[in-house]
T-cell receptor, first 113, second 113 residues
Framework: DTGVSQDPRHKITKRGQNVTFRCDPI?????LYWYRQTLGQGPEFLTY????????KSRLLSDRFSAERPKGSFSTLEIQRTEQGDSAMYLC???????????FGPGTRLTVL | TQLLEQSPQFLSIQEGENLTVYCNSS?????LQWYRQEPGEGPVLLVT?????EVKKLKRLTFQFGDARKDSSLHITAAQPGDTGLYLC?????????????FGEGTQLTVNP
């Protein structure tokens, strides 16, 4: 399977704990995106990378959130000191150059108790 | 801020009926994508439309991009229970909003046998 993969698929944590999610994009896709989706809503943009450079961050990305893509391949999204309001589906997408089309992974469902 | 309004939000129909979902904005998009999402999964790409007035067909699904590239529609002919899911439209405009996708809130379609 050469699609976008995300790990873990589900994460349950207690408020105040740190969590880290991983995304492996489609190989040779130089752009990688993170979105957050809450129940009954469409996904909302968080941040994106072109190769290893983080080029844009949403205002939704508070200072408790950090994302990296150190070698321009996989990416991690870390949330520190989780809050109940962080509970959501975190989606990763990748896109090749020359097109607007983004391909999504299966998502990581985060539940903060 | 670019916004996409999607309607209707919920649609419940009988197998064999036709339906249309609308996606409207006051902003111009360079392209518009339609996705279908199942519960607990990431959005799966159905189609990308890039040219004003463009019509694309995918079996029983017909997608249209408005002449001014501000709106789009998805028409399903003879809906089947397997069409049940959340349909999302998403617009991209690299010039004005970077590479992010702006999503509508989605249309939850239920096709009853």
């Amino acid at each position: 399977d050469t699609g976008v993969s995300q790990d873990p698929r589900h994460k349950i944590t207690k408020r105040g704990q740190n969590v880290t999610f991983r995304c492996d994009p489609i190989s040779e896709h130089n752009r990688l995106y993170w979105y957050r989706q809450t129940l009954g809503q469409g996904p909302e943009f968080l941040t994106y990378f072109q190769n290893e450079a983080q080029l844009e961050k949403s205002r939704l990305l508070s200072d408790r959130f950090s994302a990296e893509r150190p070698k321009g391949s996989f990416s991690t999204l870390e949330i520190q000191r989780t809050e109940q309001g962080d509970s959501a589906m975190y989606l990763c997408a990748s896109r090749p150059s020359g097109t607007d089309t983004q391909y999504f992974g299966p998502g990581t469902r985060l539940t903060v108790l | 801020t670019q916004l996409l309004e999607q309607s209707p939000q919920f649609l419940s129909i009988q197998e064999g009926e036709n339906l249309t979902v609308y996606c409207n904005s006051s902003s111009v998009f360079s392209s518009l994508q339609w996705y279908r999402q199942e519960p607990g999964e990431g959005p799966v790409l159905l189609v990308t439309v890039v040219t004003g007035g463009e019509v694309k067909k995918l079996k029983r699904l017909t997608f249209q991009f408005g002449d001014a590239r501000k709106d789009s529609s998805l028409h399903i002919t003879a809906a089947q229970p397997g069409d049940t899911g959340l349909y999302l439209c998403a617009g991209a405009n690299e010039e004005t909003s970077g590479s992010r996708l702006t999503f509508g809130e989605g249309t939850q379609l239920t096709v009853n046998p």
